[in-house]
Structure formats: C-alpha cells, structure tokens
T-cell receptor, first 111, second 115 residues
Framework: GESVGLHLPTLSVQEGDNSIINCAYSNSASDYFIWYKQESGKGPQFIIDIRSNMDKRQGQRVTVLLNKTVKHLSLQIAATQPGDSAVYFCAEILNTDKLIFGTGTRLQVFP | DAGVIQSPRHEVTEMGQEVTLRCKPISGHNSLFWYRQTMMRGLELLIYFNNNVPIDDSGMPEDRFSAKMPNASFSTLKIQPSEPRDSAVYFC?????????????FGDGTRLSIL
C-alpha cells in the first residue's frame, strides 16, 4: 500500500449512520492486520486487529472483516459520531514486525 | 499508563544543523520503530529495534540519518546535516516482541521543519 499522495480518499457520513472503510492489502501471505485512527496532530491510534485465521472480529462499535480471497479488509463503525472524524489506515504484517500501511481514508462526519 | 513519549513535539531549524529526536517507548515493550510521515509518501518505516538491537534499517533514507537505542527505555533518531526535504512528522512506536502479531503503539510525533 503506497500513499496516493496529496489527496486522500474521503468518506462523508451523517452522524448516527454506519460507516464502512475499505482497504486492499498487498500480500496474500500477510498474517496479521491492524486498523489505526489518526486525528490531526496526533499519532496513529490502535483501533482493532485481526489475524489471518479469522474472518471477523468485533470491538466496541467497530467490526473488522477480512476477506483473504480478494485481499480485502474493511472497518465498520456503528452509529458514527463526530469524534470518529479522522484518517483511518489499515496495516498488514508479514512474518516480521514490519507494518505496511495502506492508503489512508479520511472520514468526515456531519450533523 | 503512559504511552510512547516523543520529544520535542515541534522542531524548527536551519538546514545544515544537527537534529536529534527522542523517544521513550512503553515500559515492557521490546520492539521500537521509527517512522516518517509526509503528505506525498504517507507513513514510511525508517528503522526498527528488537531488544535494543537494530533489525532492519533499510528504510533509512541516507547516511545523514542514524538511530540508536542505548537501553530499553530510550531511543534517538539523528539527522546530520539536515536538509529541507527532511521536513516531516517523525513518529516513534513500540510493541511487545510477539513474532509480529502485536499491535504497535505510536507516540504523537515530532513535527520537523528544516528551513
């Protein structure tokens, strides 16, 4: 996952709606995946992770889905709130400790 | 619990000067990572340490960049001499040594501006 440069994909949702952020990862042998949230002026914050032997994992208001067949990862946020506005990154790890970050998605929540 | 602590939060200096960024990982974490984030290239891994030993420095852009981890609770990233293209936000992250299946926890970064 390389950055697309200056322009991040943006998802705009209304407060209270559910959000779905998608990510395509690069290596079919990757065995661990993480979603991070980054707010302005802060570092990436861990949200939820999933291992390759799972298809779905749920947290508080968030669900991560993993489709290994098409190398696709998604983050679902239930009842999106203004505080959810941030840039969201998926990341994959292959055998080592190195995180490979995907292209970020900017989530904008409007009232 | 204290998270990853980085200092300074902001650094503005003139090109040619030496810059030193500092990081204190989460207590008990064995792995430490330095990243750089820019608008054009996103988050890039520069180097990482396991048990204070550098494991992979292939992301370090040039010889002007160096990193050390003298003990389990402290690491530095140094740029000498600095250049305007080094301007970026530099993040430090730490994790438990778990064969790669442990999340990395990030500090709030150092915003570096080289004039």
């Amino acid at each position: 996952g390389e950055s697309v440069g200056l322009h991040l994909p943006t998802l705009s949702v209304q407060e209270g709606d559910n959000s779905i952020i998608n990510c395509a990862y690069s290596n079919s042998a990757s065995d661990y995946f993480i979603w991070y949230k980054q707010e302005s002026g802060k570092g990436p914050q861990f949200i939820i992770d999933i291992r390759s032997n799972m298809d779905k994992r749920q947290g508080q208001r968030v669900t991560v889905l993993l489709n290994k067949t098409v190398k696709h990862l998604s983050l679902q946020i239930a009842a999106t709130q203004p505080g959810d506005s941030a840039v969201y990154f998926c990341a994959e790890i292959l055998n080592t400790d190195k995180l490979i970050f995907g292209t970020g998605t900017r989530l904008q929540v409007f009232p | 619990d204290a998270g990853v602590i980085q200092s300074p939060r902001h650094e503005v200096t003139e090109m040619g000067q030496e810059v030193t960024l500092r990081c204190k990982p989460i207590s008990g974490h064995n792995s430490l990572f330095w990243y750089r984030q820019t608008m054009m290239r996103g988050l890039e891994l520069l180097i990482y340490f396991n048990n204070n030993v550098p494991i992979d420095d292939s992301g370090m852009p040039e010889d002007r960049f160096s990193a050390k981890m003298p003990n389990a609770s402290f690491s530095t990233l140094k740029i000498q001499p600095s250049e305007p293209r080094d301007s970026a936000v530099y993040f430090c992250a730490s994790s438990s040594l778990g064969g790669g299946n442990q999340p990395q926890h990030f500090g709030d970064g150092t915003r570096l501006s080289i004039l």
